[in-house]
């Protein structure tokens, strides 16, 4: 029996231990109508092997491509070590560190997970993960709310991340929490500080500030954040924690630094997998931690003084505080945390640096080339960090279909998030792609634009 | 020794990024980061045996028992992981284009059909990332199913006193008020209780059965008339689903919403704390609020289903769609088990539970609810002993780390005093719950000859005891270099 050990002689030495005739009798507390469970719809099981041939199967319907598009999931080298180490049984097959003593592994990882997060984002403290950037940033609002008190008002620029604007409102709607959107500029692809104040005369809990944001664009983090602090407002950024290595960290933002800091991790080592599982990040400023969600890891002594690791701060946490706890959020993401500490630890600060800074010279070095091509031009004139938005002079559906014929996943059509940015090409590079991907892309583009000229 | 203290300036893994800084730049001075980040400065070798030998500080499933009641801690797979990481798996983006994934949402959509029929409800969506997303998930369901009625009254969620925290904690980030209602003497809820705590005001009720405190609630079709009659709507909290798959089906109880957690009873890995997946799974009249993206399967093709498909969805819940690693795990262990192996599962999972129970009463043991059959876990207290010795379940608890099994789950439910919840889950062969009956038995006579050993333990961890509540009064939350 697939992954049941027992022989016929256990069962029958059990049974005759617990005083019962069969195994069925163990289930006579349960009402006899109840007794509805078969199931018919499952199909017979398979041997490994079976199931091997099968999902090889589909596995190659999918195949490879030459991809490039980012918009929140990005395809970074993951180095051959991490996920060996990281789907080690004694990872892979253990459960949150609720017993310190035997969890040490996990819990010091954990600690050391937080120092490179507060360090990346510069920021005092983070948490052990959240489940991905969306919720993230949907539990930093909530933060924010509980912190400020007497607002319940959440600005977000429409250059965040639309689907973490819909995630956001999905989350808080429930919790009388407004969530205002606030409009940036098309040419620049930026939220202007100077058109913010008609949203600064009602009084808000924080500002959301995306760098770099989904168009690609670094905002003018400074003034934003110094704008909202003299409304005394908090302020949450949404980073890509890759371009941290190269950009100014959201604790080092204006004058005082944003309050917290949230985002997506996958870049951090996380393959693409369709989306998930990745992790949410959270870091923020020491006076906030009693505020923050998820588990979070201290050290502490043993009874011989010896150091050691624990879950701290559980009187935040549901198990303990049930109805009024910061959040319901319990288990998460630990196995992707493992990922990312590994990875940023193989990585280090000048091999971190270096594949962000590669990722954005790749993405200059091909918007110079396909600007190139008659009537492809950006869209936004701000700077970028490793995505761009680009016009084509042609219907972008029809364009993907051509490039994706031909091996390439051109980028997001940004049509169905911006109905205004039509036949806008949202591309975006990483380190993996060589100067070789890059001409590739720029020769098989600039033949199916022929046609639209 | 943590990771930084390895680190020694100018070291690095050259073949792990670019080996040749970037020529190009175009960003401002004032946008570009100054301050240095801390990360270590290790070689390949460094890291891989400092993460190692912390792996060796854990236990885990492959390494040791792990009795954890509520957590379903059984034999993940290797054969699930290693083909859930195949390179085009693991390659594809989750916005490239649906005809470049139809082997991944072929996945998807079988996995979402035989949930459909494990749980007996109408629609399964498979976005939550965890146990609490998917209860978040299902309650906001529920309010938007009494919204869209115009029922605007019903402003409480009624949980039982045994329920996990997060039932609570869920209800309250939906903007319900929590109703707790108790339990009987024999674990059952209390019907009296629950008939007071119904009303015009009652949303919902939110219920795992067999419950946290490993006892099949006998009475859940009475309960199901008494909820449905006032209006409300009916929860079940999947946790504990691995007793009772094949047998009877949440759908078929009178349960409205569903959450799978398919890190327990599907087997995905817990990973020291996630990631998991809890697909949420409706009756019918649930079916147009099910959250998106959910996968459909039109003449031969397979394609998200979208806010145009689904209007009154209660939206999207993550960036893409969950978990998907985890549920494609999920989905080759149904396969490899098929329906027979899912039906031994509750089987053997309830055999063990209850072989475990009769042996620790046999070796002097107090059982919670020595009336009743266990689920697939039973509670064990030890009032008494603690009472007569002064030795906690926690004692205990860490006592058994000294002797190489994990502890069960500890002072949860919180309605029982000195608790062990215990769970041995079907993958656990009779020598090894025997010989973890030993160990137990060892312990109470540890505890009767030398309590004060048994109080200060553990003894044979890298670690003894550890200092809780210094952790939170001096916050050390992030190293800092010397």
């Known amino acids: 029996m697939p992954f ?6 256990d069962v029958e030495e059990m049974l005759a231990s ?21 199931l018919s719809r499952v199909p017979p ?6 199931i091997t041939r099968l999902m090889h199967e589909r596995a190659q319907a999918d195949g490879f491509y030459l991809n490039f598009i980012g918009a929140g999931a990005y395809e970074h080298h993951i180095p051959a070590a991490v996920w060996q180490i990281t789907t080690r049984g004694e990872f892979y097959s253990s459960y949150t560190p609720y017993q310190a003593e035997a969890s040490q592994g996990t819990l010091q990882l954990l600690y050391e997970y937080q120092t490179m997060m507060a360090s990346l984002t510069g920021m005092d403290v983070s948490n052990a993960s959240l489940y991905d950037g969306a919720t993230a940033l949907a539990e930093a609002a909530l933060m924010a709310v509980r912190q400020h008190k007497t607002s319940r008002r959440i600005l977000v620029p429409g250059t965040a991340h639309p689907t973490y604007r819909k995630v956001l409102r999905a989350i808080v709607r429930n919790q009388d929490i407004e969530v205002v959107e606030i409009p940036f500029d098309p040419e620049s692809g930026q939220v202007i500080p100077e058109q913010l104040d008609p949203f600064g005369q009602e009084e808000f809990a924080a500002l959301v500030v995306p760098q770099p944001n989904f168009f690609g664009v670094l905002e003018q983090v ?24 190269m950009l100014t960290p959201p604790g080092e933002w204006g004058t005082k630094g944003a309050d917290i800091a949230v985002g997506e991790g996958q870049p951090l080592g996380i393959p693409l997998s369709s989306g998930g599982p990745y992790f949410g990040f959270m870091a923020c ?9 998820g588990r979070i890891i201290g050290k502490t002594v043993d009874l011989d003084n010896k150091p050691g690791f624990v879950l701290t701060l559980q009187a935040r946490e549901q198990h303990i505080r049930r109805s009024k706890a910061t959040s319901n959020i319990c288990t998460n993401q630990g196995l992707m945390v493992t990922a990312a500490t590994i990875y940023m630890s193989l990585l280090g600060p000048e091999g971190l640096r270096r594949v962000a800074a590669q990722s954005h010279a790749n993405l200059l070095q091909l918007v110079e080339k396909l600007e190139t091509i008659p009537g492809v031009k950006r869209a936004h004139s701000g700077f970028c960090f490793h995505e761009a938005a680009l016009k084509l002079p042609g219907p972008i559906d029809e364009i993907l279909q051509a490039l ?3 091996g390439i996943l051109g980028g997001l059509s940004l049509q169905d998030y911006y109905p205004a940015l039509s036949n806008t090409l949202l591309v975006c590079t990483t380190e993996t792609k060589t100067p070789v991907d890059l001409d590739k892309f720029g020769e098989v583009l600039g033949k199916i634009l022929k046609k639209y000229k | 020794m943590l990771i930084f203290e390895h680190s020694r300036p100018g070291r690095r893994n050259y073949s792990q990024s670019p080996t040749t800084p970037a020529e190009k730049q175009a960003i401002p001075q004032n946008l570009l980061r100054k301050s240095p980040v801390l990360l270590p400065e290790v070689s390949e070798m460094d890291a891989v045996r400092h993460y190692t030998r912390l792996s060796q500080k854990n236990f885990s499933i492959d390494t040791e028992f792990y009795p954890l009641g509520s957590c379903t801690m059984k034999y993940n797979p290797r054969a699930c992981n290693a083909l859930a990481m195949l390179p085009q798996f693991l390659a594809r983006h989750p916005l490239a284009p649906e005809d470049t994934g139809q082997g991944f949402l072929a996945c998807m959509y079988e996995l979402q059909e035989i949930l459909k029929d494990v749980t007996g409800m109408a629609g399964v969506s498979l976005t939550p990332m965890a146990g609490a997303q998917g209860e978040l998930i299902g309650v906001m369901m529920i309010r938007a199913y009494h919204e869209a009625r115009g029922d605007k009254k019903r402003t409480e969620i009624i949980v039982p006193d045994a329920a996990h925290g997060t039932n609570p904690a869920t209800a309250v980030m939906c903007g319900y008020k929590v109703v707790e209602i108790t339990t009987d003497k024999e674990g059952n809820v209390d019907m009296d209780a629950l008939k007071a705590a119904v009303g015009p005001q009652t949303a919902g009720l939110m219920l795992t059965n067999p419950s946290t405190l490993g006892v099949f609630e006998k009475n859940i079709s009475e309960m199901s008339r008494i909820v449905h009659e006032a209006g409300g709507l009916l929860y079940y909290d999947g946790a504990n689903l691995n007793a009772v798959l094949g047998k009877v089906k949440p759908g078929d109880m009178g349960f409205d919403v569903i959450h799978i957690n398919l890190h327990k009873t599907f087997s995905t890995p817990h990973g020291g704390g996630g990631p998991g997946a809890a697909p949420v799974g409706v009756a019918e009249r649930l079916l147009p609020y099910l959250p998106i993206p959910m996968v459909a399967h039109e003449k031969g093709v397979y394609r998200w289903l979208t806010e145009e498909d689904v209007p009154q969805t ?14 494609l795990r999920a989905y080759i262990y149904v396969r490899l088990l098929g329906a027979e192996g899912m039906n031994r599962i509750s089987q053997y999972a ?13 070796a002097g043991f107090e059982i919670a609810y020595p009336t009743r059959r266990a689920s697939h876990e039973f509670i064990v207290t030890l009032k008494e002993i603690k009472e007569r010795t002064g030795v906690t379940a926690m004692n205990l608890a860490k006592r058994l780390l000294d002797k190489g099994y994990h502890a069960p789950t500890t002072y949860f439910p919180i309605l029982i005093p000195e608790c062990l919840l215990i769970e041995p889950a079907e993958t656990e062969s009779k020598q090894t719950l025997d010989a973890f009956v030993t160990a137990m038995k060892e312990i109470l006579q540890e505890i009767e000859d030398q309590p004060d050993m048994v109080k200060s333990a553990p003894h044979n961890m890298p670690l003894r005891k550890l200092d809780d509540v210094r952790a939170a009064r001096e916050l050390d939350l992030a190293w800092k270099p010397q």
């Open chain 1, 4 to 9: 049941i050990p027992h022989t016929e002689e």
């Open chain 1, 18 to 38: 617990i005083g019962a005739a069969s195994i069925e009798e163990l289930f006579d507390e349960i009402p006899p109508d109840l007794k509805t469970g078969n």
């Open chain 1, 45 to 50: 099981g398979m041997t490994e092997m079976e």
């Open chain 1, 222 to 245: 400074d003034t934003l954040t110094d704008w909202a602090h003299k409304k005394n407002s908090l302020v949450i950024a949404v980073v890509n924690p890759m371009s941290l290595a």
């Open chain 1, 285 to 293: 400023k020491q006076e906030l931690v009693r505020q923050m969600p």
């Open chain 1, 404 to 406: 994706k014929a031909q």
């Open chain 2, 314 to 327: 209660i939206g999207r819940l993550s960036a893409h769609m969950g978990n998907a690693g985890v549920l």
């Open chain 2, 350 to 362: 309830t055999l063990n539970a209850n072989y475990l129970m009769a042996e620790l009463r046999k």
